[in-house]
Structures are given as structure tokens and as C-alpha cells.
């Protein structure tokens, strides 16, 4: 048999050859950018033009061979027990990720690969970073089909083409129970309240790079005001009051372009956002030009996070987000319902096995001591250098604020005791913080990785301590807990976990 056959019959299997062109394509895109540039900076385009258009054939030529020598040094294997991926044109990388390694698999179709009908398929296993394993690009069916393998095999189904295996059908995610939708009204108000100022950030950075192809000084007020004078002459007869009316100007045209800026990014990231409760756990789909297509399995939800904002509150607007097995903290995103009602949260909660918290909840705050040993290590310093500067004529008039900020140190640490609150109920541990801005988090018991007590030097002599819990997306920590509170969590969560068979859980 020739090795294209020998691979076959040992089930290897190579990625989408429009892959090739994807690929291709990236490479032209990456390189389009610079070539303009370049050529404007070398004269324009009326010479320019006629070098950038045999660059790009080559870019392109280049691209073509190099995505062609790629795909088809990369292979993968579904086997048994794993998935095998060898890659590599002079050295060869082969690695082999067991089904109980993978966490999760989620499906991601970027612009140009979802032209092609092409999806990128990583295999999460909550090591993050470069540890995952990644296919690009693969048919949707395959995708699709390798998802579902993988699940199969970590609930312990035969693999399909074994003879003891049932026949199966075309690979495709079950279509579930709704749970949870935004249409374009609800991702307009999202995106009002998504304020963003990225695109100034962009856009001076960009004057200030490329400021040698403007005709005038970007940052040259009196520039400015020469060429307003003539739409803009009756604003320069108020007086000191066009300061006033300029700025209030400014800051108006600034609020908008944010407000613009928030609502394209929510309906990019977010368009025809959906969750969704399988058999296989809870899909989420959304996207205008990347489209991303992840399922979590319930039982693998270690904690829910329910968040708001400032003036998302005012409203009655909060966010659900899951933390899994699969997440690592850097990069994985598990919002599920990302601008929601409470009621429209409630549900999302119960069906990931957890509960909010009740009007019997019996929360508890943190050691006054803890925060009372904050202020004064905040304020003392502060006082003590505004005091002194009341004797140094030249930054007298520093003391005063000086003073405020040791004020508001203080009014902070108590604030900050107010409204924080910890709380374990027989299956869940709950913290609530935050009244500007709250937070409230809820870890299983059963699924928390790690119970640690730390005390300083004064945290021993005061009596309290912090108590942390390890998660896969981080930690959940309790800061200042008097020692017998911390003490008393840490077994409650202990005893939970001892009481666990973890051979009988779902993997």
C-alpha cells in the first residue's frame, strides 16, 4: 500500500484542505496592512501601487506553499483512548491528549475560515495556554463529529466503527431546552451599558504613529483653533466661557463615541447569543464575525459568578458566567448569560445544580478587627506625612489632602466590612461583595480543589485569618474570617468532599 493508504488503514486523518487557502488568505491579511503603509510612506499610491500588487502574488504564492508543506505534515488519530496529533516540517512534534485529559471541546469559526465552511477545533484541558490541543480547520460535520466523540468516550460509549458499538448518524449537537437568548434590542442596551473608549485609545495612538502623514500637528492646539475659526468663530467670542462650552463639548462627543464603540463590540462578540440545555450539557453559541460554539457540561460547573455594574444596577441588569473544569483563568470565557433580569438568571442557576441565596441565608461579615487593622495601616502613614507637611511652607497646602485621603482610607475599610459576606449552606459556600458595584460568587462544596488557612504575624495576634478555596478559574477567597469561622468552613467543606465516592461522578 502506498503511505497515504497505510495511514487510512491505521486511522490517520488530516485536516480540511481548504485549510490551505485559509491559511493563505491569513497570510495576505497580515501582510495588507504594512504594504500600504509602506507605500504611502514611499511616495503614494500613484507608483506604490504597481510594487504592492506583485509583493502580494508573492505573499500569496508563499502563503500557499508554506499552508500546503503545514497541512500536510499535520495528521491526527482518534483513537481508542486518546487523540494523537503529529506536526512538523523538520522536527516533528507528535503528543497524545487521553479522553479523561480533555475537558471540554469547543467549536470556533473565525471570518475567513467561515467563508470556507471551516471550524477551529480546541480540546480543552484546563491546563490553558499552549498545553491545549488545537485543530484548524475541519469541516463543521467533522467538528462536530469529534466533539462527540470525545464525549462519548469520557461517559464510557463505544467508539463509533467498533463492532460492538451501535451505528450512529450524522454527528450533531442535540437542539435543547432555550434558556436564555439576546436579540438586537436587548444587545443595543447591552452595548449602551458596555461603555468603551478602546477606539480613542486607538485612534491617538495611531495620530501619534502615523502623525508624519497628516498635513498638520495633531497635538497643536492653537492648530485646531485656526482651522475652527471659520465654523467655529462664534464659539471663540464667548470668551472663557468657550473653554467651558468646548469641553462640555469634548466630553459629550467623548460619551457617544463610547457608547458607539460598546454597542459594535457587543454585537460582534454577541450577535444571536443563545444557551441552551443538551444532553450533553449546556450549549452556548454567539457571534457576528467570529462564531464560537462551546458546550459545558453541568456537572462540571464548579461555580456560578453573578456580577453587576454601577449604573447596570440601577437598572436591574446582571451577568451569569460559570466557572468549569475546563477554565483557565487567562483566557477561557463562560459567560452564559451575560445581561440579564434576576428571574431570567434564577432559572440558569438551578439547572447548573445551584441555589441563590435566600432571605434565610445565614451570612456572616469578616472580623472588625481585620478591617479596623486595615484602616489604621492605610491612614497612620497618610496622617503622619500630612501632618509634617503643615510645617513645609512650600507643600502646605498638601495637608489638607493628605488628610481627606486618610479620611477616605478609613471610610473605605468600613464600607468595604459593611458589605462583604461569606456564608455555607450543606451543599454550597457563598460570598457576597461589593454595593457600588456587587459580586456574588457560589462554589459546590463537592467540587473545590484546595481549603488553605494563612495568618501573618498580626492576623495570629488579632485572632482571624484568610481562608481560600481553590478553583480551575482561580481562587474563591475570604479575607479577615475570625480563626474559628475559618476553621469551621474549612471542615464543613472538608467533611463534604470526604463523603464523596469521586469513582462515581461523571468525569
Given at each position: ?52 500588487v506583485p509583493i502580494l502574488l508573492a505573499i500569496l504564492s508563499l502563503g500557499v506553499g508554506a499552508a500546503w508543506l503545514k497541512w500536510r505534515r499535520l495528521r491526527y488519530r482518534v483513537g481508542e483512548s486518546d487523540i494523537k496529533v503529529e506536526q512538523g516540517l523538520i522536527s516533528r512534534h507528535a503528543r497524545s491528549v487521553p479522553y479523561e485529559r480533555i475537558q471540554d471541546v469547543s467549536l470556533e469559526q473565525k471570518p475567513i475560515p467561515r467563508l470556507f465552511g471551516l471550524v477551529e477545533v480546541r480540546f480543552e484541558t484546563g491546563a490553558g495556554g499552549k498545553d491545549e490541543l488545537q485543530l484548524a480547520y475541519v469541516s463543521m460535520e467533522e467538528g462536530e463529529r469529534l466533539r462527540e466523540v470525545v464525549r462519548d468516550q469520557r461517559e464510557g460509549v463505544a467508539l463509533a466503527g467498533d463492532p460492538a458499538a451501535p451505528e450512529q448518524g450524522p454527528a450533531g449537537e442535540p437542539r435543547g ?331
Amino acid at each position: 500500500m502506498s503511505t497515504a493508504q497505510e495511514e487510512i488503514a491505521q486511522g490517520w486523518q488530516r485536516t480540511h484542505r481548504l485549510a490551505i487557502a485559509v491559511a493563505a488568505l491569513r497570510g495576505v491579511q497580515q501582510a495588507l496592512i504594512p504594504l500600504v503603509l509602506v507605500t504611502i510612506g514611499s511616495g503614494g499610491f500613484g507608483g506604490g501601487v504597481f510594487l504592492v500588487v506583485p509583493i502580494l502574488l508573492a505573499i500569496l504564492s508563499l502563503g500557499v506553499g508554506a499552508a500546503w508543506l503545514k497541512w500536510r505534515r499535520l495528521r491526527y488519530r482518534v483513537g481508542e483512548s486518546d487523540i494523537k496529533v503529529e506536526q512538523g516540517l523538520i522536527s516533528r512534534h507528535a503528543r497524545s491528549v487521553p479522553y479523561e485529559r480533555i475537558q471540554d471541546v469547543s467549536l470556533e469559526q473565525k471570518p475567513i475560515p467561515r467563508l470556507f465552511g471551516l471550524v477551529e477545533v480546541r480540546f480543552e484541558t484546563g491546563a490553558g495556554g499552549k498545553d491545549e490541543l488545537q485543530l484548524a480547520y475541519v469541516s463543521m460535520e467533522e467538528g462536530e463529529r469529534l466533539r462527540e466523540v470525545v464525549r462519548d468516550q469520557r461517559e464510557g460509549v463505544a467508539l463509533a466503527g467498533d463492532p460492538a458499538a451501535p451505528e450512529q448518524g450524522p454527528a450533531g449537537e442535540p437542539r435543547g431546552e432555550l434558556l436564555f437568548a439576546m436579540g438586537p434590542d436587548r444587545l443595543l442596551t447591552f452595548g449602551l451599558f458596555s461603555f468603551s473608549l478602546v477606539v480613542i485609545a486607538v485612534i491617538a495612538g495611531a495620530a501619534q504613529q502615523f502623525d508624519v502623514f497628516l498635513s498638520f500637528d495633531p497635538w497643536d492646539f492653537s492648530e485646531w483653533e485656526d482651522r475652527l475659526a471659520g465654523p467655529g468663530a462664534w464659539l471663540a467670542g464667548l470668551g472663557w466661557a468657550s473653554r467651558i462650552v468646548g469641553g462640555m463639548i469634548l466630553f459629550l462627543g467623548l460619551i457617544v463615541l463610547g457608547m458607539v464603540t460598546g454597542v459594535v463590540r457587543t454585537f460582534l462578540r454577541d450577535w444571536d447569543f443563545r444557551l441552551e440545555k443538551t444532553p450533553k450539557g449546556f450549549r452556548r453559541r454567539r457571534g457576528l464575525l467570529t462564531k464560537t460554539d462551546v458546550v459545558m457540561p453541568a456537572h462540571r460547573v464548579q461555580a456560578v459568578t453573578v456580577g453587576t455594574g454601577l449604573m447596570r444596577k440601577l437598572w436591574g441588569w446582571h451577568g451569569l458566567s460559570f466557572i468549569s473544569l475546563a477554565q483557565d483563568a487567562k483566557s477561557a470565557n463562560h459567560d452564559v448569560a451575560p445581561f440579564a433580569k434576576m428571574e431570567e438568571i434564577a432559572p440558569i442557576v438551578r439547572e447548573a445544580g445551584f441555589a441563590l441565596p435566600a432571605d434565610t441565608t445565614d451570612w456572616r461579615r469578616p472580623s472588625s478587627k481585620y478591617r479596623t487593622d486595615k484602616a489604621l495601616l492605610g491612614a497612620i502613614p497618610l496622617l503622619l506625612v500630612g501632618f509634617v507637611t503643615f510645617f513645609l511652607e512650600p507643600v502646605v497646602w498638601l495637608g489638607p489632602i493628605i488628610l481627606a485621603l486618610a479620611a477616605f482610607e478609613v471610610a473605605h475599610q468600613y464600607y468595604l466590612w459593611l458589605h462583604e459576606r461569606h456564608a455555607v449552606d450543606p451543599r454550597q459556600v457563598l460570598s457576597r461583595r461589593g454595593w457600588l458595584v456587587p459580586r456574588l460568587e457560589i462554589a459546590d462544596k463537592v467540587k473545590l480543589h484546595s481549603a488553605s488557612i494563612t495568618q501573618g504575624p498580626l492576623a495570629k495576634k488579632r485572632g482571624y485569618a484568610s481562608l481560600t478555596f481553590g478553583l480551575a478559574g482561580g481562587t474563591l477567597s475570604f479575607d479577615g474570617l475570625p480563626l474559628a469561622d475559618a476553621e469551621a468552613m474549612r471542615g464543613q467543606v472538608l467533611d463534604s468532599i470526604a463523603a464523596v465516592d469521586f469513582a462515581r461522578l461523571p468525569r
